[in-house]
């Protein structure tokens, strides 16, 4: 039995139709012994109310189906309310009428709506009693279920992308990179004291824009830009003037926002798969192209030995994809560019 229990009947779609199969045959044997309450009552017709109310129930759970197709609860609640208790009624009462009309020609009794006139008014109100209270409880739980999937939604969202967060974080706080910081400062210390110091500060503050926005969704391109041009100056002290990056961004721009790390994450690319120097400088440009943002490099003729995973782009496009529902373009061929979507 807890065999049958856990396989058949905890299936939502099999308790669903259970549910309707009972309710209809309550509401069908209540209907009858309402309107032969006074008079004497039949054991077959009895039944067969109750049969007639299955079908009934499975009529209308079918049909509500496809109405909420034309009807959508959610844009037209209150027009998909009245429609669907005048459609519940219409249908119903001509099932019913359809049942009357069967039974009538199977036992040879003579069928007129004149002679049945007061029983159909008593069902018919009864009918519409009853539409009314099923679009009410109908609407009710499917707003709650709807809210219900919104949220679990929502949470779903907020879980993955605090995931992809994580991850950024991660990649910005790895020992190899901080190794490679506290190196070059050990030599300015010897050379420049001036531009250690900005090294420092350039520093500091990638860390803490990096830590202050791990759980921001979205920056300004203008706190953006800010970032990038600190970790520009880190990557500009490591591997000298080289590398530089053109920013063609205009105020108009700068207020639109963006994930944040993105620019950085790119310019960091850039820099780990090229080889460049004073001689051969590799150069970055980021500028706006209708509604899409642009980051793009010129490939430098030789690449470093170094395997992309793919995990940076991977992330934004992943950040992309949940925030917006846009995609960013990737092109690699002469250059190596990416298009991210204007975000407002």
Not at 237 to 250: A, L, M, S, Y
Request: charged fraction near 20%; charge should be positive.
């Amino acid at each position: 039995m807890e065999w049958i229990y856990k396989t058949i009947i905890y299936q939502p779609t099999v308790r669903k139709h259970l549910s309707i199969l009972v309710i209809g045959f309550l509401l069908g044997i209540l209907l009858y012994s309402f309107v032969k309450f006074n008079d004497h009552q039949n054991n077959i017709e009895f039944y067969l109310s109750g049969i007639l109310g299955v079908f009934v129930c499975f009529a209308i759970s079918f049909s509500n189906t496809k109405l909420n197709l034309f009807i959508p609860f959610k844009k037209l609640p209150g027009l998909r309310i009245l429609f669907g208790i005048f459609w519940n009624l219409v249908l119903s009462f001509l099932i019913v009428v359809f049942g009357f009309w069967s039974y009538s020609k199977l036992m040879n009794h003579q069928f007129s709506f004149k002679t049945e006139y007061s029983i159909f008014i008593k069902i018919g109100i009864l009918l519409f009693c009853a539409g009314l209270l099923y679009n009410v409880i109908y609407f009710a739980l499917y707003s709650y279920n709807y809210f219900a999937r919104v949220q679990v939604k929502e949470l779903a969202v907020q879980r993955k992308q605090a995931e992809l967060q994580l991850d950024v974080l991660k990649s910005q706080l790895k020992p190899h990179f901080l190794f490679n910081s506290i190196n070059v400062l050990t030599s300015l210390f010897h050379k420049d004291l001036d531009l250690a110091e900005s090294f420092i500060r350039a520093l500091a503050k990638s860390y803490d824009y990096t830590l202050e926005k791990y759980n921001t969704t979205l920056v300004t391109v203008e706190e953006e830009l800010a970032f990038t041009k600190a970790y520009l100056l880190l990557i500009r002290t490591r591997f000298g003037n080289g590398f530089d990056v053109k920013f063609d961004i205009d105020a108009e721009t700068q207020k639109t926002q963006i994930p944040p790390l993105t620019l950085q994450l790119l310019v960091e690319n850039a820099s780990k798969h090229n080889v460049f120097d004073a001689e051969n400088p590799l150069e970055v440009k980021l500028y706006r192209d209708g509604d899409k943002l642009i980051v793009s490099n010129i490939k430098s003729e030789f690449t470093k030995d170094t395997k992309s995973t793919g995990l940076g782009l991977k992330n934004i496009s992943s950040r992309y994809k949940i925030l917006t529902g846009k995609s960013i373009t990737v092109i690699n061929n002469g250059s190596f560019t990416v298009k991210l979507p204007i975000i407002k």
